[in-house]
């Protein structure tokens, strides 16, 4: 008996005369991300990509690889039958009984995208509950809340099984490299590997800048963020992770520049920073995990002072709208938050003043600003960039 992985997608469907560039780009990104020596073939038709697994392969991990691949809404491991009534209700129906142990109610769904097909959906599935009710006591058929659902689909070239148990959510959005690369700004904060995680959906690769204040922030600090990136990457495959040292620069603003000032100079300094980095690397945009009034440093006057000083790329703040709580659902749905909370410091918080000013105006702030060669340390600290290769975990 054949067993392969449906993978169905959302928006590509949407895409018109475009979609087989990204049903492709998908496909390449599939292999990638399971290992071509676990497909035995790979094929699409009708808004569904059909991976048959090698017999070595496990089918389970496999499942769990594809649930973070962006692109894709569904997936269901499935038995392959021949488009034949009988054939359904014997094989596929002793198929399908073998994951539902134990269930005590269900209900079948039938889809018939061949209407050649002699027999209707509301029959198919009237039928296959019938097949099933005869191998499994006691059991019953409950439409409304079923334990467990059964789907039988019958498409272009065969029919397909499935119990809904053996299929999962994909990690929705547009496949990796479909729009462009932009750089995120990552912390080792909760805030900032949601907000890449957010634009990588969208279809966009990612570069990584982290800056660091050594010996105000520690090894442990830093290793804090590849872990994290590394968390990332497991959505996204590999991207470069840049690492700013930015001890210097801080110093030179926390000794020049007047105290309630210091947050917002220093977050200048990094956006200048990392928009040369982005440019330097074919970057189209700059991510931060900012949110509009979390801190004094992003309220509407600061978050304004300090997007002044982007000169040439858009700055996305996907998370600009969101409270704490939404953005830490997400952030333990990526499983980046246990990483997080760990309690490193951040090079933003190791100078922090007293009273950060809250409603700057841009016109002080430069006036603050001015008492440093602004230039002289944003070209130092990209000059010193350190590089590392970010591999997703598993
Ligand atoms: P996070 O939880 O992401 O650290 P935050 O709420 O602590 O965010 P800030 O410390 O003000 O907020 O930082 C705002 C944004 O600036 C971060 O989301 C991140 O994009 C960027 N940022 C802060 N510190 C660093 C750093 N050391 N390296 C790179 N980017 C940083
Ligand atoms: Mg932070």
Redo the contacts with the bound molecule.
């Keep these: 008996m054949k067993e392969v992985i449906l993978v169905k997608y959302g928006e590509i469907i949407l895409k018109g005369l475009n979609r087989s560039k990204f049903e492709d780009l998908l496909i390449r990104n599939i292999k990638k991300v399971v290992g071509r020596e676990n497909i035995l073939s790979v094929r699409k038709a009708q808004a569904v990509i059909y991976i048959e697994p090698a017999p070595c392969c496990d089918t389970d991990t496999m499942m769990e690889k594809l649930s973070k691949v962006f692109g894709i809404v569904f997936i269901a491991k499935a038995g392959v039958f021949a488009k034949d009534m009988d054939t359904i209700l014997t094989d596929g129906a002793d198929y399908v009984c073998e994951s539902m142990y134990g269930a005590k109610s269900f209900k079948v769904e039938a889809k018939r995208s061949d209407k050649k097909f002699p027999f209707n959906s509301p029959e198919i599935s009237r039928e296959m509950g019938g097949a099933i009710l005869s191998r499994i006591h006691p059991l019953k058929v409950d439409v409304l809340n079923p334990e467990v659902t059964v789907r039988v689909e019958i498409r272009d070239n065969e029919a397909y099984v499935y119990a809904d148990s053996a299929s999962s959510k994909g990690a929705g959005g547009m496949p990796t490299g479909s729009s462009g690369k932009a750089t995120?700004?990552?912390?080792?904060?909760?805030?900032?590997?949601v907000?890449a995680w957010m634009i990588a959906k969208r279809g966009v690769e990612l570069d990584a800048?982290?800056?660091?204040s050594p010996p105000y922030t520690s090894e442990r600090a830093k290793e804090k963020?590849i872990e994290l990136a590394k968390k990332v990457a497991e959505y996204t495959g590999r991207f470069n992770l840049y690492i700013v040292p930015?001890t210097e620069q801080q110093l030179a603003i926390r000794d020049n520049c007047p105290e309630d000032h210091l947050t917002l100079i220093m977050?200048r300094m990094?956006m200048m920073a990392?928009e040369r980095i982005a440019l330097k690397n074919n970057s189209l945009a700059l991510?931060?995990?900012?949110?509009l009034g979390?801190?004094a440093?992003?309220t509407i006057h600061a978050l304004g002072v300090t997007n002044e000083v982007m000169t040439t790329i858009p700055v996305f703040r996907p998370l600009i709208g969101m409270d704490k709580d939404e953005i830490v659902t997400i952030a333990r749905k990526i499983d980046t938050f246990e990483t997080?909370i760990l309690p490193y410091e951040?090079?933003?918080?190791v100078f922090t003043p007293r009273h950060p000013t809250t409603k700057p105006t841009l016109e002080k702030i430069m006036e603050s600003q001015n008492k440093i060669d602004m230039e002289y340390w944003v070209n130092k600290a990209v000059e010193e960039t350190d590089w590392v290769l970010i591999e997703p975990n598993s």
């Design positions: 995120i700004l990552l912390s080792g904060g909760i805030d900032s590997p907000a800048v982290h800056f660091f963020v930015f977050r990094m990392a991510i931060t995990g900012e949110s979390q801190v440093s992003q997080s951040d090079c933003c918080t």
